[in-house]
């Protein structure tokens, strides 16, 4: 069955849905929060949320819709899902490093950073299937560079 709407992922916050789509949209040149709801009075959720609380934060970041859920401390973010960027060049690549890990993020390996809400995210060039596509000595070379990397560097890996 075709859906109408695209799908949208729902990112769970303990309490920081709206901090962490105001980041976000400032990193992201065209992308915008939405709509913003809050817990009602009525039919309180298991999780004790108080009347008035922000419930979800719709946001866009670059036409793709999220939502944040300020749902508790009950799940958190892990390596199982993370967000792509795709990179130009490599000044998009360093802005969105520099921008991702500021203020508590981390960087990890391989390409991947930690923002400082915990949500993983790949910064990666864009050719990325063509580098490490193909041959397979090529392949190998250009893996080599990104395992051996924080922040992926395209020159080192179109290099290889």
């Known amino acids: 069955m075709k859906i109408k709407t695209p799908i949208t992922p729902c990112l769970w916050f303990d309490g920081q849905a709206k901090e962490a789509a105001e980041f976000y949209t400032s990193v992201f040149s065209d ?16 999780h004790g949320h108080e009347p008035g609380e922000i419930m979800t934060v719709m946001f866009e970041l670059g036409g793709q819709q999220f939502m944040g859920l300020n749902g508790g401390p009950h799940f958190k973010f892990s390596e199982a899902i993370s967000l792509c960027i795709m990179c130009e060049n490599q000044r998009e690549i360093d802005y969105f490093w520099e921008a991702l890990t500021a203020d508590g993020g981390m960087e990890v390996e391989c ?12 910064v990666m060039p864009a050719n990325i299937a063509e580098l490490i596509g193909g041959d397979p000595e090529r392949s190998n070379r250009v893996m080599q560079v990104v395992m051996s990397s924080r922040k992926l560097d395209i020159a080192a890996m179109e290099a290889a």
């Not at 913003?36 to 298991?46: A, E, F, I, L, R």
């Not at 390409?111 to 790949?122: A, H, V, Y």
Request: charged share 25%.
């Open 31 to 46: 992308s915008k929060i939405t709509n913003v709801s809050h817990y009602p009075k009525t039919g309180q959720d298991k």
């Open 111 to 122: 390409g991947w950073l930690k923002d400082k809400f915990g949500l993983s995210w790949q």
